[in-house]
């Protein structure tokens, strides 16, 4: 909760004195509040201020931590919003008013829903221990130790303070919760809770007793509280649900900051499909720990799958864990079918695989949650990342089938998978989930099949008697040849050559993308025509840099970026190039044959995560990164993206780089599903700017999934926008006229450049 | 300081749509506060229950078979369906309509439509077989057929659109439903062409998408809370129409709900899981922003009715 320049002012002593440095109070407030200078840098603020200023900076909601559990934490209402931290928790109920029978058979069926779905562990987290207040303290504390067997931590639900004291000192050693503080006994229960180092629960007769207890306890320093929205009704709990969750989060009041509990057991009055239904209600709001009287697979297949949907960060992908998923009684002999570990694509290919009703084992790789061609064009899947994963699950001996059918999306790794994995039949599968049935059902798959050689283990045995791989047919790269100026259209393109040094707006073409399916193919045949006719045309445009995308090209990586290279440098006048693939050897190799004349070559790009070494790359070759602050998906917040900038900054300087050859991508974000995100990466490039960073970025993406005659105008409006926070580049489609005219537009504005009539035409 | 409550109550509100005619017609929407928020405001009407039957006789569990035993046609089982307790409106679906199965004729659905209405006098939904073209003409001649019944169609959906708003909207008066897949910038965008067809915006209702939980259901939830947030705290008029979710089609047919016990004996009884799918996967919509929910199996509709009555 970052406090306003003024509200801070409001604390100062407001006497100008000078002592901290800065003019006036107001000038220093003004800087605390930006974070640039922290608030004891004033030697007059009373205890008073510093502590309302304490408070005000401290989290919305308290975290709270219960062995391995984690309660609380919540920053926003709505998931979409920014992300829920903590999912709620589930305890089954078990009271000492039940007879004994009925105590060991409900704590019995406890461990008995205990199952993995997409890499989390569902089970009963909790269990809630009730006294009735018609039993002897003796009764309690028997039922608490039966409870502890379980191993679980144990919350117990007692007003009774010998009571509780005396189950407190048989969980003695454990983590459990107090639950049992209420206007009359708060003080006492306080003393028991803070003695075992638990969280105490507090309950009151409405909201305005509960608040009031609260604060009461807070005032004696208690703040390790969990709040219990009470059982007098259904339409009572759940106000107390949303209103406690409310009050903390959006109208910042500290006393309501607490995780809560809601005991369904206790509402659904016996109803199991009511308490089903309450179960799911109290976990979409806001219940920390949701209490029930028994836990069926029934009730929890839906409940823990929604937990799981709600809970996931909308910043990260979902992802399944990588293995082999046998699916309709596949065994051994099955054939395999593999994907990417993104959610989405596991239960989409998954479900079409059972609608089939044929054997297959699906193999899952890890391709970092993306889905199949952003994975490949992101390097995350790819015949290298296959190979590995076939050697760490040890696939080759736990099945026996070599038919491997992969996504018909990648039907480029086709040889490549088949290089490295000479004892498999590679088979490209269909382009789409939906056809697999028929696909499947059909056999059709077997038309393609070839098998091995020698079946099972002699073909390992023949791949490793021959270690050296069969030499793949790569075409090798073909001389380049110049003739004469490049013409479009009877135009002769000549680039007109870039001043590093110039403050103008750097465009950086996009239109050589692998993801292009001519491109692609231009590439994998060494067709220089398509790719110079795109170079040209985004020349033409008037595109600052061209951005080179060769794919992963893992069998030629090397020898195809340089080609390109020399094909467009030699071709255009030395045009400055962004080399972009994962392939890191081939960026250095391109490297090794640019050309200087109008710029660095730029290597795009690195991230704070798994790609920061190419920093290193490009700092070991003079050359300028394009530097993602991401690490793991998008950052959800404006603070993670400039701590992943600092990160990369500080490498890079400390690897002897200029920070103007570090440029600063914050991730464009596609307004269609977040626009709500839009002001963060603009805030971000400010961010950038005032620590006079370069940036870019492929803005583009802003209007993805757009109509054609939109996006640019969403594009031009965008970037008129970032060039006014102090954006200095972007990755952008050149032939857009209307963005082109907006940045030069732009430029004159920031007196980048000197305005006349024709300044377009320049 | 002492808590004091503070109502978060919209200058906006959801457009009230009334469905059927005469003392059995039920009105969806028109609430100034979130989903369920009856503390913040009275709350104009309740959340309704639909249940959905099928022009297919196969149910998905033996407590709806033994429900519909003896029922051999729609009309009868529709009947049947009304006359549950809780349930407000009937939707019949159209499942056997579908070119790429058993391509019942339009006429044949019509003549079936009729028959419901002559036995069903709570307001009637009229659900299609998922393909764009031949919906488009179902429900044009259903809405022609049961005109002056005020009807809903479910749903127009981008592809076809035009001849719905046209057919059943414009020519019969009945009510749109629009239909987009977890995607709010479409689910705006469609509730604009329809408008600007000369549908009124009041006659109009959103299924924004659905899916069971556990099932990519974070996306439904987000588009309820935005399209909700976008309606009410920017009064936003293109996505105030009340949002009609067909929950038990999707629930009824993941894993969890169909798999019989002897496959998987530790899960225990099919049909009590499928009950809870469904119970769940609704009351998360109710509390994230459906309007209305459509499900298939009596106990669920008993219980979400219980726990609509609860919270109002």
């Known amino acids: ?762 | 300081m002492p808590f004091v409550k503070k109502p978060q109550v919209f200058s906006a509100k959801i457009n009230e749509l009334t469905l059927g005619t005469g003392d059995k017609a039920v009105t969806l929407g028109g609430q100034n506060v979130y989903n369920l928020y009856s503390f913040d405001a009275p709350i104009a009407n309740a959340p309704k229950i639909g249940i959905d039957v099928s022009d297919d006789p196969e149910q998905p569990c033996e407590g709806l078979k033994n429900f519909y035993a003896g029922c051999d046609t729609l009309a009868q089982r529709a009947a049947k369906a009304a006359a549950l307790e809780n349930v407000d409106f009937v939707c019949i679906r159209f499942d056997l309509a579908d070119p790429n199965g058993a391509n019942k004729s339009v006429e044949d659905c019509v003549a079936d439509a009729k028959a419901v209405a002559e036995v069903v006098d709570k307001p009637i939904v009229v659900a299609g077989c998922k393909n764009a073209e031949k919906d488009a003409d179902l429900f044009a001649k259903v809405s022609e057929a049961l005109q002056g019944k005020n009807i809903l169609v479910l749903s127009a959906k981008e592809e076809n659109y035009k001849g719905i708003a046209a057919g059943a909207g414009l020519a019969y008066g009945q009510k749109v439903g629009a239909e987009s897949a977890v995607d709010i910038n479409l689910a705006k965008q469609l509730n604009v062409l329809i408008t600007q067809m000369g549908v009124d915006g009041h006659n109009v209702a959103m299924n924004v998408g659905s899916a069971a939980a556990g099932y990519g259901f974070e996306y439904v939830v987000s588009t309820l809370e935005r399209v909700k947030a976008a309606a009410l705290s920017q009064n936003d008029a293109t996505l105030q129409m009340p949002i009609v979710t067909p929950v038990g089609v999707e629930t009824w047919g993941v894993k969890e709900s169909t798999a019989p016990e002897s496959d998987v004996p530790e899960w225990g009884c099919q049909e009590e899981r499928g009950i809870d799918m469904e119970v769940e996967t609704a009351a998360a919509c109710l509390a994230y922003g459906s309007d209305a929910v459509i499900l298939k199996h009596p106990d669920s509709i008993k219980t979400v009715a219980q726990l609509i009555a609860a919270l109002m």
């Open chain 1, 1 to 762: 909760m970052a406090l306003k320049g003024l509200d801070i002012f409001k604390l100062t002593p407001k006497t100008n004195c000078k002592d901290c440095g800065n003019p006036t109070c107001m000038a220093f407030a003004m800087k605390v509040a930006s974070g640039a200078l922290s608030i004891d840098k004033c030697p007059h603020m009373s205890a008073e201020a510093l502590s309302t200023l304490s408070e005000a900076t401290a989290p919305p909601m308290k975290t709270l931590k219960v062995g391995d559990l984690t309660l609380g934490g919540e920053t926003v209402l709505s998931r979409h919003e920014k992300t829920l931290v903590s999912k709620t928790l589930y305890a089954v109920a078990v009271c000492d008013c039940m007879d004994e029978a009925k105590q060991d058979a409900v704590l019995a069926s406890i461990p008995k829903v205990d199952y993995e779905r997409i890499s989390e562990r569902m089970y009963v987290e909790m269990v809630f221990v009730n006294h009735s207040a018609d039993k002897s303290a003796e009764d309690y504390v028997a039922l608490v130790n039966k409870a502890k067997a379980l191993g679980r931590p144990i919350v117990l639900s007692c007003t009774d303070v010998a009571a509780a004291k005396a189950a407190a000192e048989a969980l003695k050693g454990t983590d459990f919760i107090l639950d049992g503080a209420d206007a009359a006994n708060y003080a006492d229960m306080s003393a028991v809770a803070t003695e075992a180092k638990v969280i105490l629960g507090v309950r009151g007769a409405s909201l305005e007793e509960l608040h009031a207890t609260v604060e009461k306890l807070e005032a004696a320093g208690n703040k390790n509280l969990i709040l219990d929205v009470g059982e007098a009704s259904i339409k009572d709990a759940y106000a107390g649900a949303v209103e406690i969750r409310r009050a903390a989060l959006k109208d910042g009041d500290r006393s309501f900051g607490y995780p809560s509990i809601v005991n369904v057991a206790a509402l659904a009055k016996g109803d199991a499909h009511l308490e089903a239904a309450l179960m799911s209600l109290f976990t979409c709001k806001y219940g920390s720990i949701v209490v029930c009287s028994e836990m069926t697979y029934a009730k929890a297949l839906p409940l823990y799958g929604l937990r799981q949907n709600i809970f996931t960060d909308p910043q990260k992908p979902m992802k399944v864990a990588p293995g082999i998923y046998p699916i309709n009684g596949a065994d051994e002999n099955s054939p395999c079918c593999l994907t990417v570990d993104f959610a989405l694509t596991y239960f989409l290919v998954s479900g079409e695989l059972e609608r089939s009703k044929m054997p297959v084992n699906l193999l899952i790789t890890d391709a970092s949650g993306m889905s199949v061609l952003t994975a490949w064009a992101a390097g995350k899947f790819s015949s290298s990342s296959i190979k590995k994963f076939f050697d760490e699950f040890d696939i080759n001996n736990k099945i026996k089938s070599r038919a491997l059918i992969i996504p018909g999306k990648v039907a480029v790794m086709k040889g490549e998978i088949q290089d490295k994995l000479p004892e498999w039949s590679v088979i490209v599968g269909t382009t789409e989930a939906v056809q697999l049935v028929k696909y499947l059902r059909d056999e059709e798959w077997k038309k393609s099949y070839k098998a091995p050689a020698a079946d099972g283990a002699p073909a390992a045995a023949a791949a490793e008697a021959a270690p050296a791989p069969a030499p793949k047919k790569v075409i090798p790269a073909p001389p380049i040849v110049v003739t004469g100026p490049y013409k479009l259209e009877d135009k002769e393109v000549k680039y007109k050559g870039h001043d590093p040094a110039s403050k103008t707006f750097v465009t950086i073409g996009e239109r050589i993308h692998c993801i292009s399916p001519a491109i692609r193919k231009a590439m994998e045949t060494y067709d220089e025509g398509p790719i110079l006719k795109r170079a040209a045309e985004q020349i033409a445009a008037g595109a600052t840099y061209l951005d080179v995308n060769i794919g992963p090209a893992e069998s030629n990586g090397p020898e195809l970026m340089q080609w390109a290279v020399q094909l467009l440098q030699q071709n255009f006048n030395n045009v400055p190039l962004a080399l972009d693939t994962a392939n890191k050897a081939a960026i250095e190799a391109g490297i090794k044959v640019y050309n200087r004349t109008n710029g660095k070559p730029i290597v795009n790009s690195a991230d704070a995560g798994s790609r920061i070494d190419n920093i290193n790359l490009a700092a070991a070759n003079d050359a300028i990164v394009i530097a993602l602050c991401s690490a793991d998906g998008i950052a959800k917040d404006n603070e993670e993206r400039m701590m992943h900038c600092h990160n990369m900054l500080e490498r890079g300087l400390s690897l002897g780089m200029e920070s103007d050859d570090l440029w600063f991508d914050p991730l464009f974000l596609v307004v269609k599903g977040m626009q709500d995100k839009q002001m963060d990466v603009l805030n971000a490039i400010k961010a950038f700017s005032d620590e006079g960073l370069k940036s870019t970025g492929g803005l583009s993406n802003n209007s993805n999934g757009m109509p054609k005659h939109i996006r640019p105008i969403m594009d031009s409006a965008l970037v008129a926008m970032c060039m006014m926070q102090g954006l200095t580049s972007a990755i952008v489609n050149p032939c857009d006229l209307r963005l082109m005219e907006t940045i030069k537009s732009c430029d004159v504005f920031k007196n980048h450049t000197l305005y006349a009539d024709s300044y377009l035409e320049i």
